[in-house]
């Protein structure tokens, strides 16, 4: 099993800077995979980042790509997401989600997740 917990979200006007954090537990096996999802409300969840745990690979979606730094501190069992120049349109729950399978950002595919952490973006 892996517990996930994120922490970080909050209100923030456009143009400015939060940082994500998601500590997690459990067997690092199960966790290959680590990503940052998100979901506006009447949207579908969508992928945003996501690491591999041995490589520290990263892939991002095209709509934060420059903008967004996902990172993992394996020594703390804690995954970011440093968020820069933030839009609007960024405004979402935010979920941090691991898996044993290395994935890419399909968030159908992911096993563990956490509870969300509310990001607002105001203009």
């Known amino acids: 099993q892996v517990q996930l917990v994120e922490s970080g979200g909050g209100s923030v006007q456009a143009g400015g800077s939060l940082r994500l954090s998601c500590a997690a537990s459990?067997?690092?096996?199960?966790?290959?995979?680590m990503g940052w999802f998100r979901q506006a409300p009447g949207k579908e969840r969508e992928g945003v980042a996501r690491?591999?745990?041995?490589?520290?690979?990263?892939y991002y979606a095209d709509s934060v790509k420059g903008r967004f730094t996902i990172s993992l501190d394996n020594a703390k069992n804690t995954l970011y997401l440093e968020m820069n120049t933030l839009k609007p349109e960024d405004t979402a729950m935010y979920y941090c989600?691991?898996?044993?399978?290395?994935?890419?950002?399909?968030?159908?595919?992911?096993?563990?997740w956490g509870q969300g952490t509310q990001v607002t973006v105001s203009s």
């Open positions: 989600a691991a898996d044993p399978i290395y994935r890419g950002l399909d968030p159908n595919t992911y096993t563990y």
């Open positions: 459990g067997y690092t096996y199960n966790r290959n995979s």
């Open positions: 690491i591999f745990l041995g490589s520290g690979n990263t």
